[in-house]
């Protein structure tokens, strides 16, 4: 993220208004809503994830045991578990659309 001078892209008219609220202190300006990105979406996590929980599923499918499942992806069972329930439910909702 980079920071701008408010002086460089407001009116000062506003950047009076905003001193009244905010005197020199950092203000985050959030995207606007429909240019908002999912988490992930720039750093490539969010398909990472997605191919890591898919690889996951189809070992625990062909018989991995969960805790084995947890100490090679360094998660708890718990994680394990919601993982391949998410994936039991992605699949069925694939199918049931088909």
Do not use: C, H
Request: charged share 30%.
């Amino acid at each position: 993220m980079k920071y701008s001078n408010a002086y460089n892209v407001l009116p000062v008219d506003i950047v009076r208004i905003i001193q009244e609220y905010v005197n020199g202190e950092y203000l985050y300006i959030p995207r606007k809503e429909e240019e908002q990105k999912k988490w992930g979406e720039n750093s490539g996590s969010r398909n990472t994830l997605k191919r890591r929980n898919a690889e996951i599923y189809l070992k625990y499918i062909n018989g991995a045991v969960i805790l084995d499942l947890a100490q090679e992806y360094y998660l708890s069972d718990k994680s394990i578990r919601r993982i391949i329930a998410q994936q039991k439910k992605l699949i069925f909702k694939i199918n049931t659309e088909s």
